[in-house]
């Protein structure tokens, strides 16, 4: 990644690894350690490859951020944009000790250093030998409650996403059609989800007829029949590091009567949810908003999953839209609205959209059409 894409220098700037520093010292920590990963692109731009050896953003609470990279990666580190943040680039040789490195540049009195979520269990544990004084911890919350608030130029970065899966979206019919199977329409939206401007096909779901029950299905080679409804759910990653994700339900030829009463109700429902978004709802709240409806329809137990994950650099990350989170939402928070209902055996329906809460209430990001779109049959 280099800081000639669209909006890189306005998506990764210096401020968030100052804004990181402050919640490390205010959360009584003596440095945060940061492995390969969205939050070290977060905090620097640097799309690092996670290997055996250690790539680590050292952000201790009293001094100056570095990043600790392998020799060989050196070059890459300096291409991305971690060049343009000013701050030291140290790599190391084949024979060096990289937590041994990174110990000796921290204080001596260092007692409690956290890491990202993700970090290997390996580096954990080396890091750990490094400095035997000190406790470690996660860095998880705190890094998500930056994370979490999108700026004005993450949020153009997911419009963007938002508007390259919806040229998907609307080239559907030209693959979706009986004779085919799931894995022939999922190879072509692939194709289609990278000639859109993504640099990554992070997942293609194609649920037809009973598999539209599972939610997460993975695609088979089922042959597509006319009167199938067909759930498609797709997504992926655009070169500056920031994900779509929209899910659209199809019937190809005229479904079951059934099956158009049940989408009508979820269509309500996610309707009325995206309308719901304003800053205070709680997550919990806007849950409920579409949960109720279907339950008051008769679906309620075949909602089976929360109402949405936050989205940014990460497919799936806070806040989660779900039952027992009493999160008020706040502007900038993105994140899915995605209800869905699901009749095992038969068939199922998920209307996806991304939203993000402004000063007066949401804007949804996906703008394809929310109706059931019939296709031949």
């Known amino acids: 990644m280099s800081d000639?894409?669209?909006?890189?220098?306005?998506?990764?700037?210096f401020d968030r690894l100052e804004i990181a520093r402050r919640a490390t010292a205010d959360a009584g920590l003596d440095a945060l350690l940061i492995s390969p990963g969205a939050d070290l692109r977060y905090l620097t731009g640097y799309q690092a490859h996670p290997m055996e050896r250690l790539t680590c953003l050292v952000v201790p609470a009293a001094d100056e951020p570095f990043l600790v990279v392998p020799a060989l990666e050196k070059a890459a580190a300096q291409a991305s944009p971690v060049s343009g943040l000013g701050i030291e680039i140290t790599g190391y040789a084949e024979t060096d000790n990289a937590y041994e490195l990174i110990a000796r540049r921290?204080?001596?009195?260092?007692?409690?250093?956290?890491v990202d979520n993700h970090m290997w269990a390996e580096k954990l544990l080396s890091l750990e030998a490094a400095l035997p004084g000190a406790q470690a911890t996660l860095a998880g919350d705190l890094l998500s409650s930056l994370r979490m608030r999108k700026s004005a130029a993450e949020v153009a970065a997911l419009r963007r996403a938002g508007a390259a899966i919806d040229?998907?979206?609307?080239?559907?019919?030209?693959?979706?059609?009986?004779?085919?199977?799931?894995?022939e329409v999922a190879r072509d939206i692939a194709a289609a989800i990278i000639d859109a401007g993504h640099a990554t096909?992070?997942?293609?779901?194609?649920?037809?007829?009973?598999?539209g029950a599972s939610p997460h299905h993975e695609v088979s080679d089922r042959v597509i029949e006319s009167g199938d409804p067909v759930v498609v759910d797709i997504g992926g990653t655009l070169p500056e590091g920031y994900c779509s994700d929209s899910t659209r339900t199809y019937a190809v030829g005229e479904p079951p009567a059934a099956f158009r009463e049940l989408y009508e109700v979820l269509l309500r429902a996610q309707t009325a949810q995206t309308e719901a978004i304003r800053p205070g709802i709680t997550a919990e709240e806007l849950d409920a908003v579409g949960r109720d409806l279907i339950t008051e329809a008769g679906y309620g137990e075949h909602f089976i999953h929360r109402t949405g994950h936050g989205i940014g650099l990460e497919t799936h990350e806070e806040p989660y839209i779900v039952a027992g989170s009493g999160r008020p939402l706040e502007p900038g928070m993105a994140f899915s609205v995605e209800p869905g209902i699901y009749l095992p055996g038969s068939f199922g329906a998920r209307i996806e959209d991304i939203a993000v809460c402004t000063p007066d209430g949401g804007e949804r990001l996906n703008l394809?059409?929310?109706d059931l779109v019939v296709l031949p049959g």
């Open 368 to 370: 394809t059409g929310r």
């Open 201 to 211: 096909v992070d997942f293609v779901i194609v649920g037809s007829g009973p598999n």
């Open 167 to 183: 040229e998907v979206h609307g080239r559907i019919g030209e693959w979706l059609r009986p004779g085919r199977t799931e894995r």
């Open 106 to 114: 921290l204080p001596v009195n260092t007692r409690l250093f956290a």
């Open 4 to 13: 000639s894409l669209p909006g890189a220098a306005d998506l990764y700037v």
